[in-house]
């Protein structure tokens, strides 16, 4: 009867092993999952297209591509982390890292990384997924955000047209977007569904922080004049100069694209990868140009999100996880990989290819933005996802509505975030 239960025990041993994410099963290839959040056709191509070459490589190494979905890649990964099915290498932002990284659910990199690839994405972009003492994700694209305008009507109005390096001030956005504006048409439309990246990122130009991290190393909430700069611009705008609509304040970007087509705004801000959809989408006949978001104290600085790519905890070959990363992001793989993406490299090699430097769709105004990106504000700050969710986005949308006003803007991200963050530093 023992001899029956052992060996019943050591079957079912041996069948879970197979069924083990990453696993080698009967001697074959080891397989590793790697999930995928590209969604732009030529983005997805390129993905499909690399992970095919590795493939045909390696054949002791094989990756499955699996497709992933921006809008709810968090709670799916906290769903496939606490149920041991995560995938092994996964795509990721950074802002979604921290409480991943301190949960222990992803693999620190730091001795798993080839010293080339270390070396060549600079350091202001490894302080995006760096925590504690460790380095729980990779980052290879960043997207500044640009300001798209319509060339025809700017150049009619004979406005000065900045570029990286004179810019327009905040000051200036103001007055000129001011001056585009009348018979119901606007110099800007702001698509703030999203409100909380857009300002705190932006504000970094002026000198904005907001999260200070004292000698405890916990971290809290200051609003400070810097801070204030890019909200107080957009509501100025909104109303008191009447240069920007209220009702584009709880859109998307792509919901301010056909009104940017028919002439109804002269600007919009936008993530630098919108370019493709503009440019697929257009009418024919349409001028469009990229500029350089708006300068303050700071200069061109902003803050930015690198999407990731990490490896969970749980993978039993984060060896050959950490191999398939590099090989994903050697300088002529990244290369496809922003092209894809419509996206800007980290690595320096990369930046420097001929292909992002080029005239054509803005390509060389962001990529002379590529020296001024810095980790966005919360890139590190645990329970930000939930300060975001409940505190911060419902006070700038009502900020930017009109219904609180400043004070009570502060007071809002002050008091009542620093007790949601209080609660994730005890």
């Known amino acids: ?11 079912l041993l041996l069948l879970l092993a197979g069924c083990s994410s990453g696993g080698r099963q009967h001697g074959g290839p080891v397989t590793l999952r790697f999930q995928s959040l590209a969604w732009q056709q030529e983005s997805v191509a390129a993905n499909k297209e690399l992970v095919r070459e590795w493939n045909a490589a390696h054949p002791d190494v094989q990756v499955e591509y699996v497709q992933g979905d921006w809008d709810s890649v968090h709670d799916q990964l906290l769903t496939s982390f606490e149920g041991g ?11 979604d890292l921290a409480d991943f990284a301190y949960g222990g659910d ?9 010293a080339r690839l270390k070396s060549y994405i600079p350091a202001r972009s490894w302080r995006a997924t760096t925590f504690g003492k460790g380095v729980y994700g990779v980052p290879f694209l960043q997207e500044p955000r640009v300001l798209i305008a319509n060339s025809a009507w700017l150049r009619t109005a004979k406005v000065r047209i900045p570029t990286p390096r004179h810019p327009w001030s905040w000051a200036e956005f103001r007055e000129i977007t001011a001056r585009l504006s009348g018979d119901g048409k606007y110099g800007v439309a702001w698509p703030l569904k999203e409100p909380v990246s857009v300002t705190l990122n932006l504000g970094l130009s002026a000198g ?11 971290v809290s909430v200051r609003f400070g ?15 008191r100069d009447r240069s920007a609509p209220a009702s584009t304040l709880g859109s998307g970007g ?28 257009a009418p024919k006949g349409f001028k469009w140009e990229v500029l350089p978001a708006p300068a303050g104290a700071d200069g061109l600085t902003q803050g930015v999100s690198p999407q990731t790519l990490s490896v969970s905890q749980d993978c039993p070959h984060k060896k050959e996880a950490a191999q398939f990363i590099d090989f994903l992001l050697r300088p002529k793989n990244m290369v496809r990989l922003a092209l894809g993406d419509w996206m800007l490299p980290t690595g320096t090699d990369a930046l420097a290819d001929p292909a992002l430097h080029t005239a054509d769709h803005g390509w060389a105004t962001g990529t002379a933005l ?19 969710d409940k505190i911060a986005t419902p006070a700038f949308q009502e900020y930017y509505s009109g219904a609180i006003g400043l004070a009570a803007l502060r007071e809002r991200l002050e008091q009542d975030g620093n007790l949601v963050l209080a609660r994730y530093q005890r």
């Open 254 to 281: 792509s919901d301010t694209l056909p009104g940017f087509f028919g002439g109804r705004y002269a600007m919009v801000p936008l993530g630098f990868s919108y370019r493709q959809q503009i440019e697929q989408q």
């Open 85 to 95: 099915e995560a995938p092994d290498v996964i795509h990721d932002a950074s802002d």
């Open 1 to 11: 009867m023992r001899t029956r239960i052992t060996m019943a025990v050591a079957a």
């Open 370 to 388: 590529a020296a001024h990106l810095r980790p966005a504000p919360a890139q590190s700050v645990r329970g930000y996802p939930e300060w975001k």
């Open 208 to 218: 904005g922080t907001l999260f200070q991290r004292g000698s405890d190393g916990k």
């Open 106 to 114: 992803l693999a620190d990199l730091s001795g798993l990384l080839p």
């Open 225 to 239: 004049a810097g801070d204030a700069v890019v909200p107080r611009t957009v509501r100025d705008q909104i109303a």
